[in-house]
């Protein structure tokens, strides 16, 4: 029995000690990685970075410190890191050919941080898609919808795709359609709307705001309302003005005719 334990003892003596500091090392890598991620995080809001590079830089930084720590704990061990090296450089080689798509996303992820198409906050219509951008990661942007839905688009599709970004601007005009009978008052009309416009604080006078008659229609006249606001006012001034018009039109009562066809019987 001697014979048989006194080698796995040996073995014990001498490799223990390289398995205890090579765990050692990577336990208090790893807690040391996030602990610099997370510094890195907080001197970035510190310094008002925008939030998507925040995240983009954050898990750039993560993935390569955790990188490092698994090497240092493959050399505590006695690995030969140099193979090591060598070897995750060919795999790197080789996985970036198998997900080339990936590494485009990638690459599209560091395109949108350096040239801020859009940034994290901004209201963005793409493909069909639209909402707020709530992250810029390495591979995906993550979108928030109206209905609080999460969208994760890949990167290179916001790079080869036309995007509308409607928070690019701080103001934006807002576009308003009335119909009004053919009987109506033109000139009342348009003295209503303009009371109604220049009542309301969310709406710039520079530009100044434009009302007019806009159509002939088969059962209305469309009188058109076109105003400048702040990009952040632009829906809660549009649900305002839907309410108070029809109000103001009650009021002076003007009539908002419901589609209608004319017989005449021979």
Not at 94 to 113: H, P, R, W
Request: charged share 20%; net charge negative.
């Amino acid at each position: 029995m001697e014979n048989f334990w006194q080698p796995i003892l040996d073995w014990i003596w001498q490799v223990g000690p390289r398995i205890l500091w090579a765990l050692v090392t990577f336990v208090v890598g790893w807690y040391l990685s996030k602990l610099v991620v997370k510094l890195l995080k907080k001197a970035m809001d510190r310094g008002r970075a925008e939030k998507g590079a925040v995240t983009f830089i954050s898990s750039v930084v993560s993935i390569l410190l955790k990188l490092l720590v698994a090497i240092t704990a493959a050399a505590q061990l006695g690995m030969d890191v140099t193979s090591i090296i060598a070897a995750v450089g060919t795999m790197g080689v080789a996985v970036g050919l198998a997900i080339k798509d990936s590494m485009s996303n990638v690459a599209s992820g560091v395109q949108i941080l350096f040239t801020h198409p859009f940034r994290a906050g901004d209201y963005l219509v793409t493909e069909g898609v639209e909402g707020t951008v709530e992250r810029i990661e390495i591979m995906y942007t993550s979108l928030r919808t109206f209905d609080n839905k999460e969208v994760i688009i890949p990167n290179s599709e916001l790079t080869t795709n036309i995007i509308t970004n409607f928070s690019a601007q701080k103001t934006r005009r807002l576009d308003l359609n009335y119909s009004v009978s053919y009987s109506t008052d033109l000139a009342q009309a348009r003295q209503v709307l303009e009371e109604v416009v220049a009542a309301n604080e969310k709406i710039l006078q520079d530009p100044a705001p434009l009302i007019a008659v806009g159509e002939h229609q088969d059962s209305a006249i469309l009188m058109v309302v076109k105003v400048w606001c702040d990009t952040d006012d632009y829906w809660p001034l549009y649900y305002e003005m839907q309410e108070k018009v029809k109000n103001a039109f009650d009021e002076a009562g003007i009539e908002i005719p419901f589609p209608q066809i004319d017989v005449h019987m021979r």
